[in-house]
């Protein structure tokens, strides 16, 4: 069984910086990309960054310049570094990751999501 666990979410104030971490643990062959989404309530799921094998990396345009994607294979973890926080990056964020558990399975996992809660 494999699976993601987020950490790092929490209260800051506008102006202030987080960062989330996404550990994948059980059985696992190899990790092809690997990403950040969040949900603000009331809104669709949205993409924040993915990050391939890599190191390739790809941000939804409101973000680039305040977020940074970044990962260690050795440790199967996926980083976002959040910078410059405002009140409307306030929601559940979710790591997500393509996940070869054997050379023949494939899947896409999510984590179960961390909060993060920007004030004014």
């Known amino acids: 069984q494999v699976q993601l666990v987020e950490s790092g979410g929490g209260l800051v104030q506008a102006g202030g910086s987080l960062r989330l971490s996404c550990v994948a643990s059980?059985?696992?062959?190899?990790?092809?990309?690997m990403g950040w989404y969040r949900q603000a309530p009331g809104r669709q799921r949205e993409l924040v960054a993915v990050?391939?094998?890599?190191?390739?990396?790809n941000y939804t345009d409101s973000m680039k310049g305040r977020f940074t994607i970044s990962r260690d294979n050795a440790k199967n973890t996926v980083y976002l570094q959040m910078n410059s926080l405002k009140p409307e990056d306030t929601a559940v964020y979710y790591c997500?990751?393509?996940?070869?558990?054997?050379?023949?399975?494939?899947?896409?996992?999510w984590g179960q999501g961390t909060q993060v809660t920007v004030s004014s």
């Open positions: 990050i391939t094998s890599g190191g390739i990396t």
């Open positions: 997500s990751a393509n996940i070869m558990s054997t050379p023949w399975l494939r899947n896409d996992l």
């Open positions: 059980g059985r696992i062959f190899r990790i092809g990309v």
